[in-house]
C-alpha cells in the first residue's frame, strides 16, 4: 500500500492562524458548523415525543420506546462512522457524505409532519425513515467532526487544543439551548394545516444542517486534512486473530511474551501492534464511564419528572423550560470558569491535576448531584398525598363544578369549557394551567356571570359549589388536594453538581480519548467514547424497568454505584501511564506500516514498547 504524504491539504505549517495566536482560522468554521449542526439535533428532539403522542397519536409508553431507541441508535451510529472515516473516505468526506444523508433525513421527516402528504401509515413511515437517516447522519459525523478539529493543531499547541475541545463543547451547549427555546415555540404559536406546526418545528432545523453542510464546505481551502489509513478495522481485527491463534497453537515451544499482541509480530509491524495496545488501554479505561452517563442521562426523564411534581411558581416571567435547559445554560457559565479559575487555583497549591484525576472528580460532583437529588425527592413525597391517582396528576390544577343552581351552566375557564348540569350536576374533571383567574364566565339560559376564582395553583384539586342567591351567582372554592409548596429552585444544586461534574469527565474525556489515540484510530476512538454513552442508557433502562423501588431509592442507588465505579476507575487510572502517539512517527520509519517481518530481505523493524515512549505522570 503506498502511503500518502503530508502533501494532501494543508500542513501544519500552512494553516492561517487566527489574529497572531496559535489556533488556526479553519476551526472557526468547524465549531460553527457544530453549533448549527447540534440545532438542528435537538431542535429535532425537543418536539419528537409531543410529534409521536399528538400527531401520530400514540401512547406515552410507545412515544417514550422510540425516543429512547432513537437516541441510542445516534450514539451506536459513530463506530461505523469512525471506520468509514479512518478505514476510506477520510475525516473530511466523511462529513460531508453523512450530513448529506442527515440533511435527506429531516427533509424526509418535515415531509412526514404535513397531513396533506398520504395517511397516518405514510406518516408513521416517513417518520421512521427520517429518524433512521439522522441517527445514521449525526452518529456517524459526531467522531469525525470532533477528531478533524483537533488534527488542524501542530503537534506542540497541546494548551491550545485542549482549549478547542472546550469551546467545541460550548458550541454543542449554545445550539442546544436556542433550539429547545425556538422550535417549541414554532411548534405551538405558529399554525398551519388547522393544527400545530410540525412541519416548520422540523424542517427549520433542517434549514440549519443545511447551513452547517455549507458553512463545512466552506472552509475546505484552510483545512489540514489527514487521509485515510486503509482499511483500519480489518487490519486491526486480522492482527488480534492472528496473535490469538498464533499464541494459542505456539504458547508451549516459543519463549513467553511481554504482551499477548506481540504473538502478532511474526506477521504484522511492530507499529499496528503497538498502536493496537495503545487503543486497547484507553478502552479498558471506558469500561466503567457508562454509570456517570447513567446518571447524567435522568436529567431528561427521572429529574423533570421529579420537576413536575414541585411548584414551578416563578417570577420575573421565568417557566418551567429554563429549569430543562439549565444544564446547557451552566455550561456555558462552568467551562470558562473551570479554565480561567478553578483549574489554575488548582494550579498554584501545587496539585497536578491530570486528565484522568478531573474525570474521577467529575464522577463524585455527579454522585453528589443524585445525593441532592435524593433529599429533594424525599420531601417532594412527604408533601404529596397518598393517592396514587394524584401522584399521577400532579404537573395539573385540576378543576371540577358542582351546580346547586335549578338551570344548567356553562363555565369557561381560560380555554377550558366545563358543563355543570341543574340540580347538584358535577362537571368533568379537567385540567387547567396554573394561573390567576379572576373573570370566569357562567352562563345559564337566561343570564350571564363572571366570578373570581383567584389563583390555581400547580399540583392542586380544586371543587366550586355554585350556588344562586338573590344578588347573582355566589361560589365556594375548596382545595381538595393541596397545591405543591416544594419549590422547583431546590432542584438548582443538583444541576449545579451535575453540570460542575458534565465539564470535568466530559470535556476532558473528549481531548483526552483524542490525545491518546494514534493517528489512524482517533476517529475509532471518539467512536468508543461516544459508545459509552449509549450503554449508559441502557444501564438506566435496566435498573429504572427491573428494579421497582421508591425513586428516593432509585436516586441514591445510582449515587453509591457511581461512587463505588469511581474508585474503580481511579485504581484504573494509577496504572495508566499517559503516552504520545506523535512519537511514533519519530521511532518508526514512515515505511514501517507496510513491511512485514517475514519478508525475503530480512529486515527488521525498530521494536518499540509502550514503556520506552515518552510519559507523563500517573494518576
Not at 482560522?25 to 431542535?43: K, L
Not at 351552566?409 to 374533571?429: L, R
Not at 359549589?465 to 365556594?476: A, H, R, V
Request: hydrophobic fraction near 45%; proline fraction near 3%.
Amino acid at each position: 500500500m503506498q502511503r500518502w504524504r503530508l502533501a494532501v491539504g494543508k500542513t501544519s505549517k500552512d494553516l492561517q492562524k487566527l489574529c497572531g495566536t496559535n489556533y488556526p482560522v479553519s476551526i472557526a468554521f468547524i465549531v460553527v458548523n457544530e453549533f448549527c449542526e447540534r440545532f438542528s439535533y435537538y431542535g429535532m428532539k425537543a418536539v419528537l415525543t409531543l410529534y409521536f403522542i399528538h400527531y401520530l397519536h400514540w401512547d406515552k409508553n410507545l412515544s417514550t420506546a422510540v425516543y429512547h431507541a432513537f437516541s441510542s441508535l445516534c450514539y451506536f451510529t459513530p463506530l461505523l462512522g469512525a471506520v468509514i472515516a479512518d478505514s476510506w473516505l477520510g475525516k473530511f468526506r466523511t462529513v460531508i457524505y453523512l450530513s448529506i444523508v442527515y440533511v435527506i433525513g429531516h427533509v424526509v421527516k418535515s415531509v412526514g409532519a404535513i397531513p396533506d402528504v398520504g395517511d397516518s401509515t405514510v406518516h408513521v413511515v416517513l417518520s421512521m425513515l427520517g429518524l433512521v437517516l439522522i441517527a445514521f447522519g449525526t452518529g456517524g459525523i459526531k467522531p469525525c467532526v470532533a477528531a478533524f478539529g483537533g488534527d488542524q493543531f501542530d503537534e506542540e499547541h497541546v494548551k491550545e487544543r485542549r482549549k478547542f475541545f472546550s469551546i467545541f463543547y460550548m458550541s454543542i451547549n449554545a445550539g442546544s439551548v436556542l433550539s429547545t427555546i425556538i422550535t417549541p415555540i414554532l411548534r405551538g404559536d405558529v399554525k398551519c394545516f388547522g393544527g400545530d406546526c410540525y412541519a416548520l418545528a422540523f424542517g427549520v432545523p433542517a434549514a440549519l444542517m443545511v447551513i452547517a453542510l455549507v458553512v463545512f464546505i466552506a472552509g475546505s481551502g484552510l483545512y489540514k486534512k489527514s487521509p485515510p489509513e486503509g482499511n483500519v478495522l480489518v487490519r486491526v481485527c486480522k492482527c488480534i486473530g492472528f496473535a490469538i491463534r498464533n499464541r494459542w497453537n505456539n504458547s508451549k515451544k516459543s519463549p513467553k511474551r511481554s504482551h499477548w499482541l506481540d504473538w502478532a509480530e511474526e506477521k504484522y509491524p511492530k507499529r499496528l501492534i503497538q498502536e493496537i495496545k495503545m487503543v486497547f488501554r484507553v478502552l479498558v479505561l471506558y469500561i466503567p464511564l457508562p454509570m456517570f452517563w447513567a446518571l447524567f442521562d435522568q436529567q431528561g426523564s427521572r429529574w423533570t419528572l421529579q420537576a413536575t411534581r414541585m411548584n414551578m411558581d416563578f417570577v420575573m416571567g421565568v417557566c418551567f423550560c429554563v429549569v430543562k435547559m439549565l444544564n446547557a445554560l451552566l455550561i456555558l457559565v462552568f467551562i470558562p470558569i473551570f479554565d480561567m479559575g478553578v483549574y489554575p487555583l488548582i494550579g498554584l497549591c501545587r496539585i497536578k491535576l491530570t486528565p484522568l484525576k478531573k474525570m474521577a472528580a467529575g464522577m463524585i460532583l455527579a454522585a453528589l448531584a443524585f445525593c441532592a437529588a435524593t433529599v429533594v425527592e424525599i420531601n417532594v413525597i412527604v408533601c404529596t398525598f397518598s393517592n396514587i391517582a394524584s401522584k399521577e396528576l400532579l404537573i395539573f390544577d385540576f378543576c371540577r363544578f358542582i351546580n346547586t343552581h335549578t338551570e344548567n351552566i356553562n363555565i369557561t375557564v381560560g380555554t377550558e369549557e366545563f358543563y355543570a348540569a341543574a340540580d347538584y350536576g358535577i362537571s368533568q374533571n379537567i385540567s387547567v394551567p396554573r394561573g390567576e383567574y379572576n373573570g370566569v364566565v357562567c352562563k345559564t339560559n337566561s343570564d350571564q356571570y363572571l366570578i373570581d376564582l383567584g389563583l390555581l395553583d400547580f399540583g392542586a384539586f380544586y371543587t366550586v359549589i355554585l350556588s344562586k342567591e338573590s344578588n347573582g351567582l355566589t361560589f365556594k372554592k375548596m382545595e381538595d388536594i393541596q397545591a405543591n409548596n416544594i419549590h422547583i429552585a431546590w432542584q438548582v444544586p443538583q444541576y449545579v453538581f451535575i453540570t460542575a461534574g458534565e465539564v470535568m469527565f466530559s470535556i476532558t474525556g473528549l481531548e483526552f480519548s483524542y490525545s491518546q489515540a494514534p493517528a489512524s484510530m482517533k476517529s475509532v476512538l471518539q467512536a468508543g467514547w461516544l459508545m459509552t454513552v449509549a450503554f449508559g442508557n441502557v444501564i438506566v433502562l435496566i435498573v429504572a424497568e427491573g428494579a421497582g423501588m421508591e425513586q428516593w431509592t432509585e436516586f441514591l442507588l445510582f449515587a453509591g454505584l457511581l461512587v463505588a465505579v469511581s474508585i474503580i476507575f481511579s485504581i484504573m487510572a494509577y496504572f495508566y501511564t499517559y503516552v504520545d502517539p506523535d512519537q511514533l512517527d519519530k521511532i518508526f520509519r514512515e515505511d514501517t506500516d507496510d513491511e512485514k517481518v517475514e519478508s525475503s530481505d530480512g529486515k527488521k523493524n525498530e521494536a518499540v514498547s509502550l514503556t520506552d515512549m515518552p510519559k507523563q505522570t500517573k494518576m
